[in-house]
């Protein structure tokens, strides 16, 4: 089963309205008429509206970082799934480890808004990843079994095969640590042996598993060239129009 590698651009709290239209403008510029590979960025909720309007009719696909699973109510400072395809927005981040460490949110929690992400025809990226102290006591699959199993609860294998898992080591999260391509692929393989568990071998074979932390142009190619991992998902260096897009044309053609 061949997979169309997904790079996507997770901006964090980065960027202005201006600097949002520029680095849209660069990027557009930057990966035209790259082949084999998807991209797509994901602004703070201000920018959100921008990216859409500038990208409109561009191959670059925009998303979320984050949203809460109602609809709408008393919820301060909260966005809603209906808020996000209201304003075009094709994809939403969910469970990043930023979300989970700093902000508290859980396995059950984040599988709701999974849930909701999908009846609102919003494609989830479920983020998944150890700690460093999870990855010496032996603990990765377990714990990213677990994040993946509460996130994908309730879920079918149609619904499923929409959804972009994650694979995020904490330890290499903005921290210039990379796992090496053999440490990767093989928490990839195991996400996908899961996957085939939860939802059989086909659709587990069709759904993209990327890899994030620490992903730049020189260590893209090495990392991508692994049989399960299809994609990254990039922080620090998709602030930048030259690297996200030095990433986006080593994984294309
Ligand atoms: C991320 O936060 O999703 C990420 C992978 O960050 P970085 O590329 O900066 O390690």
């Not at 849209?24 to 510029?29: G, N, Q, R, S």
């Not at 696909?61 to 709408?72: F, K, R, S, Y």
Request: one cysteine or more.
């Amino acid at each position: 089963m061949s997979r169309t590698p997904l790079i996507t651009g997770n901006w964090k709290m980065h960027k202005t309205l201006a600097a949002t239209r520029t680095l849209v403008a660069e990027l557009d510029t930057a990966i035209d008429g790259v082949a084999g590979v998807d991209a797509a960025v994901a602004p703070p909720f201000t920018a959100l509206e921008t990216a859409v309007s500038a990208l409109q009719g561009k191959s670059i696909a925009v998303g979320a970082q984050n949203m809460n699973e109602a609809e709408e109510g008393a919820f301060t400072g909260e966005i809603s799934p209906v808020m996000l395809t209201d304003v075009g927005v094709s994809f939403v981040i969910l469970g990043h480890s930023e979300r989970r460490a700093i902000f508290g949110e859980d396995d059950e929690l984040v599988g709701r808004k999974v849930r909701s992400a999908l009846a609102h025809d919003l494609q989830p990226y479920l983020c998944c990843g150890e700690t460093r102290e999870q990855r010496e006591a032996n603990e990765t699959i377990a714990v990213v079994r677990r994040q993946l199993q509460a996130g994908l609860d309730g879920i079918d294998a149609h619904r499923a095969a929409g959804i972009v898992v994650a694979y995020e080591p904490v330890w290499a999260i903005g921290t210039g640590l990379t796992a090496t391509p053999e440490q990767a692929q093989a928490v990839h393989a195991d996400i996908r042996a899961l996957l085939a568990e939860l939802f059989g071998g086909s659709t587990a074979a069709a759904m993209r598993i990327q890899y994030g932390g620490s992903v730049k142009p020189g260590n893209a190619a090495e990392l991508m060239s692994q049989p399960d991992i299809d994609g990254a998902l990039v922080g620090g260096a998709s602030l930048d129009a030259d690297s996200f897009a030095g990433i986006v044309r080593a994984v294309g053609s």
